[in-house]
């Protein structure tokens, strides 16, 4: 993490609210991955570095960390609870994966809602309708793929998932390692994972499924360390909508894998 300059007696009355804080900044299975950071990693300048969340004072620092994760924490309350309901309301359970339009549909919300995020990300109240809007239709879809499910394999992904992320939040916060020069190979991993889905359609092999998720999962926990520490040390405290988007497609999309790997384990 970058080291903070100690503000002198006579700024210390003029450090800003965390609100008034200003700084310049598909494979099968797999939702939606949100892209809010720029290409071009490597050619970021200073001032975007120094206009950062870990540049900021600790009072806004934190106050970040409290809000970003007080948001995703709700985002999966919520997430959790629609799923639920899905699994254990029979009639919706049965609509819902004899109609395969509704994955479709929430799909294509999905794309939507993240382009109007990105537009409205800082435009307090419409920035949390379309977060909260953006979480349901992701519960939604999510909710079709469990109920497909054992409800002890979704039970067992869910605590394997929550511990990875634990994890790895504690891991990246505190380590000085710079994951965002990963990024690259990142992406290039993605669209190989990509590819490999598009395989699976029709190589019909369980070792395969299970080569490709277990690939799937660990390219989601580098995705997971790389975005953290580039909303750390590359974005703007006024940009929690975005981060918890970002964080919030990384769990998902790590459960998923997860999910496919237990159920796999399971049924060999």
Known sequence: MTSIRMPRDDEEALLPEYEEARSPRQAAGTAPRTQFWPKDIEGMNQDAKEGSVNSSHVHIRMAFLRKVFGILSFQIVLTTAICAAIYMTPGIKEFVQANGWVLLLTLVGSIGLIIAMHVHARNVPTNYVLLASFTVVQALT??????????????????????IVFSLFAYTLQSKKDFVKHYAIAYSMLGILLVAGVFQIFIHSSAFNFFVNVFGAALFCLFL????????????????????????????????????????????
């Not at 953290?228 to 006024?238: K, T, V």
């Open 142 to 163: 999510l909710g079709t793929l469990v109920s497909m499910f054992e409800v002890g394999v979704i039970l067992e992904a869910a605590l394997l998932t929550s511990v």
């Open 225 to 268: 360390m790389i975005d953290l520490d580039m909303i750390m040390n590359y974005m703007n405290a006024e940009d929690y909508i975005l981060a918890c988007i970002t964080l919030y497609m990384d769990v998902i999309n790590l459960f998923i894998r997860i999910l496919q790997i237990v159920a796999e384990a399971q049924r060999n």
